[in-house]
């Protein structure tokens, strides 16, 4: 990661007793929850360690709860990545971490928020341009009041303020909507950075460079070669205690309405004017308009149960998960079908699965080309495929037909293989929100979402997560462990996926 020019700006104009000529503060609020001890803080952390944050940054969590620095850093201790020798610097760290407890939904505890970031912003550099970062790593139904109790009272007085706001943007087009209202009538929209943790994802961001900066895909990247892709996300655990919140959502909003459309949108897109924030969002929003809503006919729904002979965890299904409600329907995995009605895509499936209690760990994106015309090898060619494995082990690969090597003449399906664990041995990849994050000091939103892709979304799920609920269509079972309901690939199948089942991957070690 590269520092930013108006990092670099600040600290080259620090004044000569090392004291910074700008304050920067990043407030956490919700600094007791989940999302703040196993990413936030954790993140904030590596940035502060290895000097991607402004020198003299402070960290200011604020919740309900009462805390200490040292109970908020025992919390967030099995995710903090320390190696040896870092025991000083991480010290450091949580010397410039402070907490400030009050409620979300009185104005006061604001008040007494910007009274501390008062006083830190008049130690660190009296007088001086002073910048808050606001995290809102909170549930949504807090989002309301924090954000009206922050405008408020808690906007800096003298230089940026800006709002990070967590997903889920709303429920539906409408909630959505009076969300968006409500945030354009407090914040201006270059103030405002709706998170989708995947767009800070190495490969996902890899995507524009592949696509854009190699003369052998964008000829080929259309209807004419490609049959069809694949946007896969599993995870091998159930809600794990979540259950509560996940019941709320269920699968296509936590997962399929967000990351995977975005995946979708940077695959599909046209190429854009320029790598500049607002053309790439442009783009993305054009391709979203060219896709009609789903229906039901286009997705398949499931709930996953428990395997009988599983150990522990596997052994209980989504309903057995205390936390949800008895009898409850929501999905735990979908499948959906999307086409987009554009020039590049018409007739070419988009096909998206996601779901929890899987048989691995995968996000990846999987582009199927189409057979090829008059064969000449008796059916033994298999259909290229080119595939970005976003995670786990991030790798690129084309499966190709070769010659068997030797004295054989017969065909091999095999691949060019970029596997990123090989390739880029001395490289470690940031987490998608140390990116993030540092994006919103750079003031860069590219990798953020923009209120009418927001909207563009939701008209796409809307009707259909309407259905789902009103007429409570009830999902198919899929045991844990498994790859997901049959139905998912009888779906898969009709929509034009081939799968042949013949290749075969042996791993190189060196
Ligand atoms: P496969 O042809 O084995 O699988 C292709 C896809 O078909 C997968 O997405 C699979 O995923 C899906 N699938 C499996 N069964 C069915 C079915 N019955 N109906 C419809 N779809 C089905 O090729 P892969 O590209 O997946 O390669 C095999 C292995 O080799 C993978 O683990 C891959 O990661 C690995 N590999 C790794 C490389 C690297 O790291 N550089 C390079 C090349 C390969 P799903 O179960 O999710 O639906
Ligand atoms: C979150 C979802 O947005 O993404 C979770 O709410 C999901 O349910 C998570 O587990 C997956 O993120 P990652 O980075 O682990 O793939």
Redesign the pocket.
Known sequence: MAKSREVAEAEASSVPDGAPNVSYVFIVMGASGDLAKKKIYPCLWVLFRDGYLPTGTKFVGYARSNMTIPQLRERSKPFLKVKDGQEARLEEFFSMCSYVSGPYDKVEGFQKLDQALIKIEDESAPGKPANRVFYLALPPSVFMPVTENIKAACMSKRGYSRVIVEKPFGRDSESSAVLSRHLTSLFKEEEMYRIDHYLGKEMVQNLMVLRFANAMFQPVWNRNNINAV?I?F?EPFGTKGRGGYFDEFGIIRDVMQNHLLQLLCLVAMEKPASISPEDIRDEKVKVLKCIRPLEMSDVVLGQYVGKPDGEGEERDGYLDDPTVPKGSVTPTFAAAVFHIKNERWDGVPFIM?CGKALNER?AEI?VQYRDIPGDIFHGQCRRN?F?I?VQP?E?V?M?VMAKKPGRDTGMVET?L?L?YHLRFKDVSLPDAYERLIQDVFLGNQMNFVRSDELAEAWRVFTPLLHRIENDKIAPVQYQYGG?GPKEA?EL?ARAGYS?T?T?S?KSATS
Do not use: L, M, N, P
């Open positions: 694949v896969t599993k699965k995968k999987r495929e595939v494995r082990k790798a690969y499966k691949e293989d596997s790859r690939d898969i799968y089942g290749y991957w």
